[in-house]
Structures are given as structure tokens and as C-alpha cells.
């Protein structure tokens, strides 16, 4: 490709004050420069977007940086390559990548967080290595079946269970040999984590007026393993219901993502975490990275099997990403929210 091509990118054009909205993103076209060698040239075939990205957005220190006003966001992307001067890599090649939101773009291939793989870029499942076999994916299996430890028997609580991470923590459970209760944001999704992903119990805590009350109906031996993928008031009634030695695993927040001000519940966890003799552990998939291949192995046998099942919910067009990152927040997704171009 010569220089003169042009390509689309999304830069953050603000920081959003509570919710995000479209307003906060903004369109740009820029030059594509002539490959160097070493480098190889990606486009862009589907963009993740998860609700993690809305911290990203707020100025701070967390466990990753910012994104900086007026750059592109990043995401994980699954791209192909159109051109190289990089021996590692050809042309049709499929890679993971986390990288900025352009649809074209030139790339140092000794990058470390290049991930080559065997498929090709027609595939028909390429998208489920965003999903299923991808961070996501990855993530519900380190942080359950590497965290939480389960034993057969245990009762396990997920929040968003219907979500891409949610729904194969479910699944796992039931193949451990664990009870398994779902919080999801519908009643549609109340059925889909039953009939399609084995749960089995679930409710709706949109139509639920005693988060508590509805645990302990659910989880009448209590609470031994707590998946939380929401934070809040949520949370916090299933803290109220927790065994003793309970895990409870926290892999996001986000009923507290857009907000302004933190909750006060915060103050409670130490003492319900000491009289239970219980822990409370965070974590970050990329902890586990040299494990992802043996990981990625077992999850496609199990995909194989039918034991895993999946969901996506794809959003077509590039100028659509930010929308379909937006409505992460409203709960219209069902499993992993894809955009494909």
C-alpha cells in the first residue's frame, strides 16, 4: 500500500463525566505510512469492546494507563495481514493484537502482544477468538478454575451471568460439579442462562426488590463461591450470604463504572471477609499468559465436545464501535459484544 492511503480512526475527544456517550468520541482520517522494514501491516477484521475500556477513559492510576485525549482508544482486535517486511509473518495471516481503533494500521512485528493464529481470516467461528477463546474466555477460566478452586457441591453466585465472561464461568461451574445461580439484567436472560448455558437458577435483579432475599431464596446452603462481574448493591447482598471460607473473585465493576462517587458498602467487607474467613481476590487475565496456550487447548476441546457453549452479539461497521461499547452499558448484549468490519 503506498502512502497516500488514508484510514479511519476513533480518538477519545473527551473524558466522559458519569455516563459515556457518543459525544466523548470522535472520527478522524489519517495517513497510512509506507511499511518499514520490520513492520507489518493489519487490518482490522472484528474490535472487541468491553466494559473495562470505560476506566480507561478516566484520568488516574490503575493497573493499566489512561487513554489520552485526542489518541485512539484500543481494544483487542482480530486483523489479517496485508503487507509485510517482517519474516515472522505473511500475508493473510490472522493476529490478536490489543491495539488503537483504526481499520488500517502499520506494526513493529517483534511486538510481544503480536499473537499469531492458525486459522484463517474467513473462517466462520474466527470471531470466537474474541470471545469464547479469547481474553474473555481466559478470563472466566483463570479466574474460576485457578482462583476460586471449586469442589463438587459448592453453590456458586455469578453477576452478569448472560455476559461473555459471566456465561462461561456458569458453565464451568456445572462441569465441576458445583450449583450454580445466575444475577442477569432480564428475564430473556434469565432463560438463555438456564436453557442454553445449564444454570441452574437465575433472576432478574432489574424486577428484583431484595437482592438478599432473592440469594438466599436461590442459595439456600449459602454462597460458597461469588464471581463478580458487576459490583454495588448486587454485591453486596451476596457478601450478606456467604459461607464460611467462602472465594469470592472480583473480575469487574460495572454497576459503578460511570459513576461519580464510590459506594459506602466498601466499609462492610472487612468484617464480612474476617467472621466468614473468607477472601476476596482481583485479578487480570494477562496474570496467567504463559498458561494461555494450555488454556486455549482445553477450551477448544471442550467447544468440540459441546460441553462449552457460547453467545455473541455482532454490531457491523466500523463508524458503529462506539455504540455497540455503549451499549455494554445497558445490557442489550448477550455474551461477547463484537463489532465486525
Known sequence: MSATNKTRAILLASRPQGDASLSNFTFTEEQIPALKQGEIQLKALYVSVDPYLRG???EGKSYI???ELQKPVASGMLTVVVDSKNAKFKNGDVVFAILPWKEIQNIDGEDINLVSLPVSADAKDLSIYLG???????????????????KSGETVVVSGAAGAVGSVVGQLAKMMGCK?????GSDQKVELVKSHFGFDAAFNYKTTKDFSAAIKKHCPQGVDIYFDNVGGDISDAVLDNINKFARIIICGAISIYNATTLP???QRIPRILLVNSATMQGFLAWDFN????????????WLKEGKLKYKETIV?????IPQAFLNLFKGTNEGKM???L
Not at 488454556?295 to 477448544?300: L, T, Y
Not at 457491523?316 to 458503529?320: A, K, L, Q, R
Open 56 to 58: 480507561r477513559m478516566n
Open 65 to 67: 494507563e489512561p487513554f
Open 132 to 150: 469464547v477463546l479469547g481474553l474473555t474466555g481466559l478470563t472466566a477460566y483463570f479466574g474460576f478454575l485457578k482462583l476460586a478452586k471449586p
Open 180 to 184: 450454580v445461580v445466575g444475577i442477569v
Open 264 to 266: 459506602l458498602s466498601a
Open 290 to 301: 504463559q498458561d494461555f496456550p494450555i488454556a486455549v487447548q482445553e477450551m477448544s476441546q
Open 316 to 320: 457491523n461497521g466500523f463508524e458503529n
Open 338 to 340: 463484537i463489532v465486525k
